[in-house]
């Protein structure tokens, strides 16, 4: 992501997510030296991003979505592909995810991610528990 594609990444965002980034939020990551937050295209338009963040060795996951349309064509799969190439140097991968988002909680397993606790109700509409999932 740069500044001249934070609008492609926030309206995917709004596209996708409840608690959907702003096009000011994307912006702001840019100015956060932690920051990695990838765009994916296919044929020139944008179908999804994600956003990671690396402080210690530790690579966090903040956010990940893909268009309707561009799903389960494997763009997911790419982008983490990417952003483990990306930060090789990353002891641990972490991340949240709802309870009930099956498809995510898949795709995570599927890249080798498994669950190591429960954040009650952490969630707000609807409340609902957070799976935390790590990789080493
Ligand atoms: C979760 C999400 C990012 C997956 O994106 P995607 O580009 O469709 O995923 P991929 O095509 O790379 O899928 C890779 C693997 O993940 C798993 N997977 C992905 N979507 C799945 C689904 N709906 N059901 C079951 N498994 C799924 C499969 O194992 C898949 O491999 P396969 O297609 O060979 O079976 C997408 O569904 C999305 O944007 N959801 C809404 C936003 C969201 O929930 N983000 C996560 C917040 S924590």
Redesign the pocket.
Known sequence: MTEENVAEAARISAA??KEAWSEDTCRAQLKNPHDHTLIAYIDGAAA?FLSCWCIAGEAEIN?????PD?????????MFERIFAEIPDAECWV????ES????I??YE?LGFAAVGVRKDFYDDPQENAVIMTKE
């Open positions: 996708c997510l999804g956010n990940i979505c893909v268009l561009y799903r389960r064509k494997g763009i997911a799969r790419a991340l949240e995810v709802r988002n099956s498809a995510a898949a795709l599927n």
